[in-house]
């Protein structure tokens, strides 16, 4: 027995190391040494152990409490020397941090996590940052988890899992506990036979299994702002907080407060005063964060006196989080209604809750969804970032073929509408409503007047007015509005109680179809209707009380062609159905494959076809009967806002690439954490080793194997190519046959390594003044002529794939035509992918790690001393200039991960490396310089 207690110290040692360095639970590894510290206060060794590997876990959480850990152990345990003498050494970078933190700017680093579904709004890392949650569709599906990262790498993430059988899970409002126990979200569903809109919260384990439902008023807000429904639980799962319009009230969501509810029952408990929302537990459970209007305030979580934290200079973008330790905030903005959030700001708090400095603000690399994944226990923040989102307008023949593209794909694009003579196309581009011809060329921006945003147009019958739904600067609400089709002085057509949209003309032009979104009579509830009005404006009725039964959308509803039906695509049957505007049977008019794809659907000109959208392709189907065929395009994304022209020769369409929401982790953004790393980097991880001595050397510009062990160059006393080896010191020619005789000068000029170490490439300058392309093993087998052609006069190689397949070269030819090419490495075939300009070279040219793209520089003009940065994809298809500055900047290379490029730059005056990072052959953010 007193073995084993002499042993519990040591037992409880080892598991609060594994505990920090395995599992990577910081906090708890902290408790865990806490406890020996206090358990076992005579075992000096361990406890100064203890102290030391706590100042660690602080430091990585980027706490102070490093400091004092590290001092305490200084003071109290100078016979302990080994761990004295490395917490002095953090000590004295720490106390040069402490020095540094309030001027050193922050270069957090930022991860793109690979996930095999496409996310929507509201998903949600656990705590320990370990698995994601997300709801299969927005607004009926289930919950789903998946680890993140995966077994593959550490940004890639697993196989996905559901957890809940419930199908009516909305996507927003869904979160987890901090202890990552339990995880609460909004259980909706419309009943249209009690006409009463369901509207509970399920909280459930993380493990899955039968859910505790929490019913709660129902008068959250109705549709009016889904911010309305967002959630937190308490620390350990027991308590939910929610926002909700007081009992028996009608107001907006801006009047609404935020309670707190038993999850096992009990009744609900009033915290805040009116227009507060977004609420959020503090990890500790003592504190809820929350929203009023534009200020961030905490208060107390049993109730009381609530503290401002700070002015938020523009409105919240979702609920903030807590940092693990509850001492910090973070959240994110929308600056002004028409900027999009691209920062996180973060402030620190006092134990009342009022914020001990300015917020600290941090540029993202792109816009952000609508809220923050959570912070993890290892302090990395998850962001839900938007793919830079790129449309353009297309036109193809009506019987199909090579689509044309008709406006730059650097802007929004959307809702193409012919003019009546199809010689002109309308559309919204860059929030503007725009025109084209119909062949492409200069954008025709047409100015209506004090519209703050526009959506949705139609072109009239006869051509002299465009329709359209937006917002006008002091109209309060969504409306219907018409403009002349050369712009000017907007005319609404109808008064709007709360929100109509959607507006399109019947074929005759004689009346207009809406959707209408009001306050039911209860008014707790929003209420949507299939509504029309004649053109100018009176004879109002509602068609369809509620469009949601007919499981149909806007985008597939359409008018007859004799303007006396509206024609819908039905998901539940798959059939295209009419509903009379007055007196009349409903019809089946086509039958196509059901499902959950909301389609687009249209008129032929002569409406003896429907021309449609499908799982991304154009289809049309004769109403005489027959099979749908398919309107080929020869693009692989997906079209929509279908528009057939009037005088039936081609189809205007829309294509989007980009836009969906990814996961990325933000860490390293603490000026403790990041700094302290950075030198302890530098310090234990950089190695010099010495290969030889100046006196030794006798190449230039050496190329190292990839394993460090070798070296190949030209030999430049006898032309041919050699190897030094680094372990011998011994120079050994791969070839013979390099000569200087002015009558037979053939010689290596450059050289490249295959990526196994194996083989080089390298170009032959023969006696007759072409070149040639030769492969070599590094014992001198296996030579080869790879590839020879007269009219080249100059070759470089510069790289192989990461695969062996291909080597990237440029080329010369007797014109002086300068080529950029990718040589099969087996049977010497070249394929050219880019002509360049001017009789420049580039300084370097590499290979994405995966292979799919190429960096190289390249002098904006000719005989300039400055070059830019490019990036191709393997295949050729698409360039784009990564770096153009009025400087020399030139490649380095890509970082192995293939996230970032590295380049040098005298745009400061000297050379400087700098980073930039990247995403599917695109520049994410701006470059950073190296310090």
């Not at 973008?317 to 920062?343: H, N, R, T, V, Y």
């Not at 008709?406 to 929004?412: A, E, K, V």
């Not at 159905?577 to 409903?586: F, L, S, W």
Request: aromatic share 10%; glycine share 8%; with cysteine.
């Amino acid at each position: 027995m007193a073995f084993q207690e002499m042993q519990d110290h040591k037992v409880l040692f080892e598991k609060a190391k594994y505990t920090m360095e395995t599992k990577a639970d910081l906090q708890e590894a902290i408790t865990l040494f806490e406890s020996l510290i206090t358990s076992y206060p005579d075992e000096k060794e361990y406890v100064a152990k203890s102290l030391l590997y706590q100042g660690l876990c602080y430091e990585k959480l980027g706490n102070q409490e490093a400091v004092d850990k590290y001092q305490r152990l200084v003071k109290n345990y100078p016979g302990q020397k080994q761990e004295v003498a490395l917490a002095e050494e953090r000590l004295s970078i720490l106390i040069q941090v402490a020095d540094k933190v309030p001027i050193t700017p922050l270069e957090p680093k930022f991860t793109k996590i690979q996930i095999p579904v496409k996310l929507d709004i509201g998903a949600q890392l656990s705590p320990d940052g370990k698995t994601l949650t997300f709801s299969s569709t927005r607004y009926e599906g289930s919950i789903w988890t998946i680890p993140v990262p995966g077994k593959v790498g550490p940004d890639i993430a697993g196989k996905p899992v559901k957890l809940i059988g419930e199908d009516k899970v909305w996507v927003w409002g869904h979160v987890w506990s901090a202890d990552g126990k339990w995880i609460a979200y909004n259980y909706m569903k419309n009943d249209t036979e009690k006409d009463i809109f369901v509207d509970e919260v399920h909280v459930i384990t993380s493990t899955g299994g039968e859910p505790t439902k929490i019913a709660l008023p129902v008068n959250r807000g109705g549709s009016y702002h889904l911010h309305q429904y967002s959630l937190s639980l308490s620390p350990d799962g027991k308590v939910l907080a929610y926002a909700s319009m007081e009992e028996g009230k009608s107001d907006m969501p801006k009047k609404s407060y935020i309670y707190t509810v038993p999850v096992n029952g009990g009744v609900a408990k009033r915290l805040t005063d009116s227009g507060t929302w977004l609420p959020a537990f503090s990890p500790d459970g003592k504190k809820i964060a929350y929203v009023k209007e534009d200020e961030l305030w905490v208060i107390p979580s049993q109730g009381g006196v609530p503290v401002k934290v700070s002015d938020l200079g523009g409105k919240a973008q979702g609920p903030p989080i807590w940092s693990p330790d509850s001492d910090m905030i973070a959240f994110l903005l929308e600056p002004k209604p028409d900027e999009k959030c691209k920062e996180i700001w973060l402030v620190s708090l006092s134990e009342e809750g009022s914020a001990t400095a300015p917020p600290l603000k941090i540029e993202l690399l792109l816009e952000s969804s609508m809220n923050l994944a959570g912070w993890t226990g290892d302090n990395k923040v998850g962001l839900f970032l938007l793919n830079p989102e790129q449309q353009a307008i297309y036109t193809i023949p009506s019987s199909g073929g090579k689509a044309t593209q008709i406006t730059p794909g650097d802007g929004q694009a959307s809702f193409p509408r012919w003019k009546p003579d199809s010689k002109k196309i309308y559309f919204i581009y860059k929030d503007n409503l725009s025109s084209v011809s119909a062949e492409g060329g200069e954008i025709s921006t047409i100015p209506i007047t004090g519209m703050e945003s526009i959506m949705w147009i139609r072109v009239s019958p006869d051509g002299k007015k465009v329709l359209f739904h937006g917002n006008k600067k002091g109209v309060a609400g969504m409306h219907i509005w018409t403009v002349p089709i050369e712009g000017g002085e907007p005319t609404q057509i109808i008064q709007s109680p709360l929100f109509d949209a959607f507006p399109t003309w019947s074929p005759d032009g004689k009346t207009i179809s809406f959707l209408r979104q009001e306050k039911a009579a209860d008014g707790n509830r929003v209420k949507t209707s299939l509504c029309i009005i004649s053109a100018e404006g009176d004879d109002f009725r509602v068609l369809v009380p509620d469009p949601f039964k007919l499981k149909s959308g806007p985008h597939s509803m359409c008018w007859s062609p004799d303007s006396k039906s509206i024609v819908y695509y039905c998901k539940e049957d798959g059939k295209i159905k009419t509903i009379p505007i007055d007196n009349g049977e409903p019809e089946v008019l086509a039958e196509l494959q059901k499902g959950d794809q909301e389609i687009w659907i249209t008129f032929s000109p002569d409406g003896n076809k429907i021309l449609y959208t499908k799982n991304k392709k154009i289809w049309t189907i004769s109403l005489n009967g027959g099979e749908p065929v398919e309107i080929k395009t020869g693009l692989d994304t997906e079209p929509t806002g279908l528009a057939w022209s009037p005088d039936g020769e081609k189809i205007t369409f829309r294509t989007q690439n980009g836009g969906e929401i990814d996961l990325w982790l933000m860490e390293d953004f603490l000026p403790l954490d990041k700094l302290a790393q950075n030198k302890e980097d530098l310090k234990e991880n950089l190695t010099i080793r010495k290969i030889m001595d100046d006196a030794e050397a006798e190449f230039e510009a050496g190329s190292p194997s990839p394993d460090g062990k070798n070296f190949i160059f030209t030999d430049w006393d006898t032309g041919n190519l050699a190897i030094y080896e680094s372990t011998t010191g011994k120079k050994r020619l791969l070839t013979n046959e390099g000569s200087w005789e002015s009558d037979h000068v053939q010689y290596v000029e450059n050289s490249t390594w295959s990526p196994d170490g194996k083989q080089i490439v390298y170009d032959w300058q023969n006696e007759s003044g072409s070149i040639e392309l030769h492969l070599v093993g590094i014992d001198g087998s296996n030579s080869q002529i790879l590839y020879k052609i007269e009219e080249w006069i100059w070759v470089q190689t510069f790289d192989w794939s990461a695969d062996g397949k291909q080597i990237l070269a440029c080329f010369q030819r007797k014109d002086a035509t300068r080529q950029i090419g990718l040589v099969n490495a087996e049977n010497g075939s070249v394929r050219v992918l880019k002509t360049l300009t001017g009789k420049n070279w580039m300084n370097n040219m590499s290979f994405s790690p995966d292979g799919q793209y190429i960096v190289y520089d390249y002098p904006p003009e000719e005989y300039s001393q400055d070059r830019d940065i490019y990036v191709i994809s393997a295949d050729g298809g698409h360039e784009i200039s990564l770096i153009k500055h009025p400087a020399n900047d030139y490649v380095l290379g890509w970082v192995p991960d293939g996230k970032d490029i590295l380049f040098a730059s005298d745009r400061t005056g000297t050379f400087d490396a700098y980073v930039i990072q990247v995403a599917g052959g695109k520049p994410l953010g701006e470059p950073k310089l190296i310090k």
